[in-house]
């Protein structure tokens, strides 16, 4: 589950998420929320904006989608053709098939309902599905024409429902596009970032919720206290695996420890130790990874981690440039004993071209 869809979900558990006004408030507020970070990034280009906007969208209609009734079933066609209604399409006649076989995708289009979803302008009300109307038997062949007379004029619903689908499969070809790598804007980073919390205020979603580029140094310091995991002052608790690079060096920016992963891929690993792990157990944890591209060298960084019985935080990607940034990402840490110390792995070039990161500093910061 990505992060914008949890979010979502987290905030229909302070209400009730049946009622159709409080979902259209949860997804008014998404929107609100990703309007508010792309206007605040002032690197934004146009057409991420767009991405974005229709990959929240398509995630917020598939889980309306959860909410369609079940339609009643339809009756079984008779096995003789001749008892089968005649469909027109595109004006040519054909008599339909004795039995209909519906694929678990194409479930929701035979239930004749279309989720409907707030336009990326969420400040009117969503209108209702529209319902096909279901297939009338021979013996009531009178009523069928009346209903198909009633369909004709419905037509602009059936153009609607074409153009909602494929916007949304533009969107989720999009947003897999972003998620592969294809675009590679400075402005790119990993989605996977923070989960908003639990209460239906515009708090709700912040600009780090949805993504808008890793933050300058010094951003995100303000009312945090910062625990050091790793600082190149003292690389001893950093694992080096066969083929790989991790040489501290010292320039105009300040110190750092060059790490390289070769054509290998293997990552290179930072110890967290037991101590860290203990006092962000229970609470809420946002790590920061400090760090830059070699100059010239554009990269794609992974990172993954491994808290032992904390759990760990997933695998994020982040588009690295030269200039020194930082990368954020949150977990929920579980309130038990990690038992033993926990590591962070990082790879410096997924694409194993031989790149490299310069790492200034790892730190995590806690909220209750």
Not at 28 to 55: C, G, H, Q, W, Y
Not at 280 to 300: L, M, P
Request: aromatic share 6%; charged share 25%; hydrophobic share 40%.
């Amino acid at each position: 589950m990505d992060s914008i869809e949890k979010a979502i979900r987290n905030a229909f558990e302070k209400g009730d998420p049946e009622n159709r006004e409080f979902r259209e408030k949860v997804y008014r507020a998404a929107f609100a929320a990703l309007d508010r970070a792309l206007k605040s990034n002032p690197n934004m280009t146009v057409e991420v904006a767009i991405n974005r906007r229709k990959a929240l969208q398509a995630t917020i209609t598939e889980i309306e989608s959860e909410f369609i009734p079940a339609a009643p079933a339809v009756p079984p066609v008779a096995s003789d053709n001749s008892l089968a209604p005649e469909i027109s399409l595109n004006g040519n006649a054909t008599r339909a098939a004795p039995t209909v076989s519906i694929s678990p995708a194409g479930e929701a289009r035979a239930r004749g309902v279309t989720p409907v979803v707030p336009d990326i302008m969420p400040d009117g009300p969503m209108p209702p599905p529209v319902a096909v109307k279901e297939k009338r038997s021979r013996a009531e062949r009178r009523a069928a024409d009346r209903a198909a007379r009633r369909a004709e004029r419905r037509s602009p619903f059936a153009a609607m429902f074409f153009v909602v689908t494929l916007l949304t499969m533009g969107g989720i070809g999009a947003w897999w596009a972003v998620q592969t790598g294809l675009f590679r804007s400075p402005e790119e980073i990993d989605t996977s970032v923070r989960n908003p919390p639990k209460t239906l205020e515009s708090e709700d979603f912040s600009p780090t919720a949805v993504g808008s580029g890793p933050a300058r140094p010094g951003e995100v310091d303000a009312g945090r206290n910062w625990i050091t995991v790793f600082s190149p002052s003292d690389p001893s608790d950093v694992s080096a695996p066969s083929g790989t690079v991790a040489e501290v060096s010292k320039d105009d920016t300040g110190s750092f420890l060059r790490i390289r992963s070769g054509d290998s891929g293997s990552a290179v690993s930072f110890d967290v130790g037991k101590g860290v792990l203990e006092q962000i157990a229970g609470k809420h944890a946002v790590f920061d990874i400090i760090a830059r591209a070699e100059d010239g060298k554009e990269t794609q960084m992974a990172v993954a981690c491994n808290f032992g019985e904390l759990g760990d935080c997933g695998r994020k990607r982040y588009l690295v440039g030269y200039q020194r940034g930082e990368y954020l990402f949150e977990m929920d840490v579980p309130d038990k004993d990690p038992g033993a110390a926990g590591s962070i792995a990082i790879n410096a070039d997924i694409d194993n071209d031989g790149k490299s990161v310069d790492i200034y500093e790892i730190r995590v910061s806690v909220t209750e």
